[in-house]
């Protein structure tokens, strides 16, 4: 079935012997389905109701809405993992004539939408979700209208959009459209007339466009605006009896891009482009962030044709040199990139597994696939390399090398933008994650030449390893607030040097978007665990930036045995504090030889200089050491800024352990915060949690075979009655504080009775 999606195959038959027939007929969206006919009912056959529609999603260079339904169930099966998938789809329509919510409708005939948006309320089962998990799944229609959005539409959208928030579930958008409905009063084209200035000679010019009295009567009250001259109306606004054709339908953008930003700030978007998207179309991919794009799917803000007119000349012949992958993923607009819709389904899934099945929970954990006990092998050295390596492993010389994540779990983001900075979602012992590394290898950031500026030229900027660049920065921050989203615990595996603050960095707002790294650290959440690995270091404004003080409440640091912590590297730090001076000192101090030559300064004078600068390589290499000592792990964890120090190949089994504890940890703080409501501040429930675990509380395993046994949910439980019965309590009696006497009793004796 996949096959044949990618080949956009409507209908086939085969030939069996001389009597059977193997036809596809597709009557519905759960296409390919093949079935045995006899010769009779193959010479009858016609083609699916769906053909030209299908046809013209195919001209667009997508598939037919409601074959992504179909497209979609075959992922679900064949997901990876074994697991049997499947996918339940239930049209979205409107519940009532008043068309204020949407409601699903089991058993809808599919391809019977009356506007150009359709959505679905979606039931997946897959390993994560064995027993399923909810979706809204919301698409153009591009062969109604080209799926171009007008009011019906844009109304679909936002109640579609809306009934996801309302539940916490995940929100997928299927962008395939021309960009906001444009239209004429087309009842007027036949009748409006011109008031020329010399009817002899319209080349003159016209004084008004009007319409005759009895053309004007005849139209609807309202239909246009203006006033009579003589027997003239002449026509100052056309208004039209059509709702949709002009600045509402701007107005219904408006409203679908606030709606989607709120989306992402409130729960987890995901758009995946195929075909065109245009105009608001893109702004809606843009503002769900979270981008998957095919191959032949631009996302533009007007088309080439328009651009061209504009410039006064053939500039641009396609579409995708103003929005293709080639321009979009390179931007970071688009997170990934595909060939076809079938391969863009399958990513679609794939990224859901790592979101939990609302915005309340926490993401599923799989049965352990590799063992969290063993070591990472792929060790990071001082000479660059791979970080993917380090996250997901490698083949080497003798067989596989395994990396920091479950051996085939990671997938990398965003891989086209800022390459000095490889972000993506791996699983640590089943736990999804979401993880940053820095390159450390020489990255080059292209910037294409503008076809529109012949005097342009492409540029090749080259981008050193273990520094942020503007791009960097910016994706770093965008990875962090879209993992926050999905409520991914985050590693991040800080090895920088520093930010670049060259002037033409500088300019291309560095400081801007390493202030939002610290922005988005401070609206995370879920675990976030910043280790420095092996022969990495982090120094000056790049520690700041992910300090663990930031967010204490999620944040926590660990620096590797090898790794190194500080404001300068030992070179720059020597140059400040520990000049030649501090270093001929140091000589004279530990040299024999300078010792014995300084009892007669002024004769062993030459001596001593040669002496002096013989050392002198030696002594710079000590006091670089000797600075170096500064930056070591053990001062790190001495001075209280990293929670502990960490041997890289075990750092795999803690840091799980650690996430499953903070994991199961925040989830009972949860708890005690929805019971609490205001009552208890942060550490006040923290101190409830930790009361409750007693020994327990210092030790992950400890915590979580405490937290899993019959007597800790027993006490919990016990606990969160009395926290709630305190809560409800204290807030009456701050109620009641707050009424004169009177009232009071008054208030105490209307209070229904218990039900």
């Not at 008004?208 to 009579?228: C, I, K, M, Q």
Request: aromatic content about 8%; proline content about 6%.
């Amino acid at each position: 079935a996949a096959k044949l999606a990618a080949l956009h195959v409507d209908s086939f038959a085969v030939r069996v012997g001389d009597a059977n027939f193997a036809m596809a007929s597709p009557a519905s969206t759960s296409w390919p389905a093949l079935e045995a006919v006899d010769a009779k009912v193959a010479d009858d056959f016609v083609p699916s109701p769906f053909a030209k529609r299908r046809a013209t999603a195919r001209r667009a260079g997508s598939t037919f809405c409601y074959d992504f339904v179909g497209l979609l169930a075959c992922a679900a099966k064949g997901a990876e993992g074994g697991f049997p998938g499947s996918l339940k789809a239930d049209e979205l329509v409107w519940a009532d004539d008043a068309k204020t919510a949407l409601t699903p409708a089991p058993g809808t005939p599919p391809g019977t939408n009356k506007v150009g948006m359709v959505a679905w309320h979606m039931t997946l089962k897959s390993a994560e979700y064995p027993a399923g998990r909810e979706l809204v799944v919301i698409a153009n229609d591009v062969t109604f209208q080209s799926g171009s959005f007008g009011v019906p539409e844009d109304d679909v959208y936002k109640a579609a959009s809306e009934y996801a928030r309302a539940r916490g579930i995940p929100r997928i958008y299927v962008a395939c459209n021309s960009g906001a409905r444009i239209g004429l009063v087309e009842e007027l084209k036949p009748k409006f007339k011109v008031k020329w200035n010399n009817a002899a000679n319209p080349g003159q010019g016209f004084e008004y466009v009007y319409l005759d009295r009895a053309d004007y009567e005849a139209l609807e009250p309202g239909t246009v605006l203006g006033s009579f001259k003589g027997d003239d109306f002449v026509l100052s606004a056309i208004v039209g009896t059509t709702h949709g054709i002009g600045v509402e339908n701007l107005r219904g953008s408006g409203t679908i891009a606030g709606e989607t930003s709120r989306a992402y700030q409130d729960g987890f978007t995901l758009s995946y482009v195929t075909g065109r998207s245009v105009g608001i179309g893109a702004y809606l991919v843009r503002l769900g962030q979270r981008t998957i794009q095919m191959s032949v799917g631009p996302l533009i803000l007007t088309g080439y044709a328009a651009l061209n007119k504009l410039l006064g000349r053939e500039v641009y012949t396609s579409q995708d040199q103003l929005g293709g992958p080639q321009v979009m993923h390179p931007n970071g607009v688009s997170h990934m990139t595909v060939d076809n819709d079938v391969e863009g389904v399958k990513e679609i899934l794939k990224w859901l597994s790592f979101v939990p099945a609302t915005k309340f929970d926490q993401p599923a954990a799989l049965a352990i696939s590799d063992p969290v006990d063993r070591d990472v092998a792929f060790l990071p050295t001082k000479a660059p390399y791979d970080p993917r390596h380090m996250l997901a492993g490698c083949d080497g010389p003798s067989g596989f090398v395994s990396g920091f994540f479950d051996a085939g779990s990671f997938t990398e983001y965003l891989a086209g933008w800022g390459k000095s900075v490889v972000v993506g979602r791996g699983r640590l012992g089943g736990i999804a994650m979401g993880a940053i590394a820095v390159e450390t290898r020489l990255s080059e950031q292209r910037v294409p030449a503008d076809p529109a500026d012949p005097a342009s030229n492409e540029a090749i900027l080259a981008q050193p390893g273990q520094v942020w660049f503007p791009d960097s920065a910016y994706k770093t921050a965008q990875a962090i607030r879209d993992f926050s989203g999905e409520n991914l615990p985050i590693v991040i595996f800080a090895n920088w040097r520093g930010f670049s603050g060259g002037t033409r960095d500088m300019y291309g707002e560095i400081l801007k978007f390493g202030a939002m790294i610290v922005d988005a650290l401070v609206d995370c959440t879920a675990p976030v665990s910043v280790y420095i690995p092996p022969n990495g270091e982090l120094r000056g404004g790049a520690w700041v930036v992910v300090d663990p003080t930031i967010n204490a409440d999620a944040m926590e640091m660990y620096a590797d045995e090898q790794s190194r912590g500080g404001i300068l590297e030992p070179p720059g730090i020597c140059e400040v504090k520990f000049r030649a001076a501090d270093q001929l000192k140091a000589m004279h101090r530990l040299d024999p030889t300078l010792l014995k030559l300084s009892q007669d300064k002024d004769g062993n004078a030459d001596a001593i200089k040669a002496r002096e600068d013989a050392l002198a390589p030696t002594y710079m290499q000590v006091a670089h050491e000797f600075a170096d000592l500064h930056d070591r792990a053990g001062r790190m964890k001495a001075k209280g800024v990293i929670r502990d120090v960490l041997s890289w190949p075990k750092c795999r089994t803690y840091l799980y352990w650690r996430t499953k504890r903070r994991l199961a940890e925040d989830a009972l703080k949860a708890r005690f915060k929805a019971a609490a409501g205001d009552e208890l501040s942060k550490a006040e429930v923290a101190a409830a949690v930790a009361d409750l675990a007693g020994a327990a509380h210092g030790d992950d395993k400890a915590f979580l075979a405490w937290a899993e046994s019959a007597p800790a949910k027993a006490a919990v439980a016990a606990k969160l009655d009395a926290v709630k019965l305190a809560a409800v309590t204290g807030a009456v009696a701050k109620l009641l504080a707050g009424l004169p006497a009177d009232a009071r009793a008054k208030a105490l004796a209307n209070l229904p009775a218990p039900q």
